[in-house]
């Protein structure tokens, strides 16, 4: 059954760094289009950074831009989201997710993607940044 898991979550002081890794089964991350998205309590989950893995481009949300890096894994089937510089507005359930970059209505260079346009959701990570 394909299906994408995260791991890497946890506490960090305000400052500090995390990686996360989203990891997928039952298909490989050729030509698809990895999307991490974040929810923070009593907030609406937002995109966060994209990866499309055909043309190797990605895309960041301006919050985290300078601060995260999305890449893939050399020959694993894993694609990591650096974090650095975490702040608390940073704390919140991290979410993996991917689809068929060559679908119609793919996207990511040009904008990050909506999460209902994804095909594999994670259960998510959660990230705490404390002050």
């Known amino acids: 059954q394909p299906r994408v898991a995260e791991s890497g979550g946890g506490s960090v002081q305000s400052g500090g760094s995390l990686r996360l890794a989203c990891t997928v089964y039952g298909f490989t991350l050729d030509y698809r289009i990895i999307a991490w998205f974040r929810q923070a309590p009593g907030k609406e989950r937002e995109g966060v950074s994209c990866?499309?893995?055909?043309?190797?481009?990605?895309n960041y949300a301006e919050s985290v831009k300078g601060r995260f890096t999305i890449s893939r894994g050399d020959g694993e089937n894993v694609v990591y989201l650096q974090m650095d510089n975490l702040s608390p507005d940073d704390t919140g359930v991290y979410y993996c997710?991917?689809?068929?970059?060559?679908?119609?209505?793919?996207?990511?260079?040009?904008?990050?993607?909506?999460?209902?346009?994804?095909?594999?959701r994670g259960k998510g990570t959660l990230v705490t940044v404390s002050s």
């Open positions: 990866l499309a893995t055909g043309a190797g481009s990605t």
């Open positions: 997710t991917a689809r068929n970059q060559r679908r119609a209505g793919a996207r990511c260079s040009s904008a990050l993607p909506g999460y209902g346009d994804m095909d594999y």
